[in-house]
């Protein structure tokens, strides 16, 4: 894992020519690989040491510090305007073509907003899955269109008004999270119902090359890998269309609950 983000790091330092990116995605991979490090040693916070690493440098140091709108707003800005920066690559790597190795992983030890939401009492979901994943369309239909008007009227001073949508997005990602946790006592019913950047990770995710895989031969049914699983993935099915299979985030809590150590 370290490898692949030092590949990257390089590549766009060389690239871009600009030392940042050398920095920023080492810095990102040698939190994900200590995160691996911690979970090899059996260290049962393994996973939020690397969340909150990556997170809080993000959301911090990237977003309100050095003013970039990291969410999918700010993607669409640069994209628009044709600028491979910040955003732009920050969703290659890590939502577009990423997944095709990773899968959902940015959404398990990355995300800024699944960071705080983990924290809350429901880690396992308590209530019956909801049909109503229609909505991450509408947000996703809803940022582009926003970013588009701006764009289209010419509203001047656009890199302050991407950071303030940034501000405003966060604030209204983390208090729609919060009371969705509560309402469904599902701490993950955000990334599950209205999160946008899932339009990008879900079909993306279906080729992932690292993923969670169940030994038959080990496997007794016991059902507690699924009870524990924050995104309802039945990981005993090592087919590609099994349930929930795009929404793996590569918690490992079933890996860590199998009582046969069959997965």
């Known amino acids: ?51 909150l690493l990556v997170g809080l440098y993000m959301l911090i140091y990237l977003g309100i510090i050095s003013g970039e709108n990291m969410q999918i707003e700010g993607f669409w800005y640069y994209l628009l305007i044709g600028t491979f920066e910040a955003a732009t690559i920050h969703y290659a ?14 959404c398990g030890y990355a995300c800024w907003t699944a960071m705080v939401l983990d924290f809350l009492p429901y880690k396992a979901p308590e209530t019956p899955r909801k049909k109503i994943g ?42 729609v999270g919060v ?15 209205i999160c946008p950047v899932t339009v990008f990770l879900k079909p993306m995710s279906y080729f992932s090359l690292f993923r969670i895989e169940c030994d038959k031969s080990k496997c007794v049914s016991c059902g507690r890998c699924k009870k524990v699983c924050p995104m309802e993935v039945d990981v005993t099915d090592n087919s590609r269309r099994r349930k929930n299979g795009t929404e793996c985030i590569l918690c490992f809590e079933c890996v860590k609950n199998c009582p046969k150590d069959a997965l």
Request: charged share 15%; aromatic share 22%; hydrophobic share 55%.
């Open 134 to 175: 229609w909505i991450r369309y509408i947000t996703f239909a809803v940022s582009l269109i926003f970013v588009s008007m701006l764009l289209l009227a010419h509203a001047g001073n656009m890199e302050r008004i991407m950071f303030w949508a940034f501000i405003i997005g966060n604030v209204s990602y983390y208090a």
């Open 1 to 51: 894992m370290l490898a692949i983000f030092e590949t990257v790091a390089v590549t766009l330092w060389l690239t871009k020519d600009n030392l940042f990116y050398f920095f920023n995605f080492s810095y990102i991979g040698i939190s994900i690989s200590l995160g691996i490090f911690l979970f090899i040693r059996k260290y049962k916070n393994a996973r939020r040491v690397t969340q």
């Open 93 to 106: 790597v890590a939502k577009i073509f990423g997944p095709l190795i990773f899968g959902r992983g940015w």
């Open 179 to 193: 009371i969705l946790a509560f309402s469904f006592k599902d701490n993950r019913a955000f990334c599950k119902y």
